[in-house]
């Protein structure tokens, strides 16, 4: 795989820079896609959420006030 990979590259590399461009865009567009179903995405979010409600429920997982999420954003930029 790792030979295809280096041999695509290559490949693209010799690209004028605007068929780049649009091989970047069509490579970066197939990442927003789930890997899973669509419904199957909306049941493992949901046991997701469950989860979460639940820990915070029993003490495992702290809330965080949203003006100390933003302050602690401001100090890392």
């Known amino acids: 795989m790792e030979n295809t990979v280096k041999?695509?590259?290559?490949?693209?590399l010799g690209l004028p820079a605007s068929e780049r461009?649009?091989?970047a865009e069509e490579?970066?567009?197939s990442l927003d896609q789930?890997?899973?179903?669509?419904?199957?995405?909306?049941?493992l979010?949901?046991?997701?959420?469950?989860s979460r409600l639940d820990g915070f429920e029993?003490?495992?997982i702290r809330?965080?006030?949203?003006?100390?999420?933003?302050a602690n954003n401001k100090k890392s930029l």
Request: glycine share 2%; hydrophobic share 45%; net charge negative.
């Open 7 to 12: 041999n695509l590259a290559s490949q693209a």
């Open 21 to 23: 461009i649009m091989l």
């Open 27 to 29: 490579l970066l567009k």
């Open 34 to 43: 789930p890997d899973c179903e669509l419904d199957e995405l909306d049941e």
């Open 45 to 50: 979010w949901a046991k997701e959420a469950e």
């Open 58 to 60: 029993k003490g495992e």
């Open 63 to 70: 809330s965080v006030p949203l003006s100390e999420v933003f």
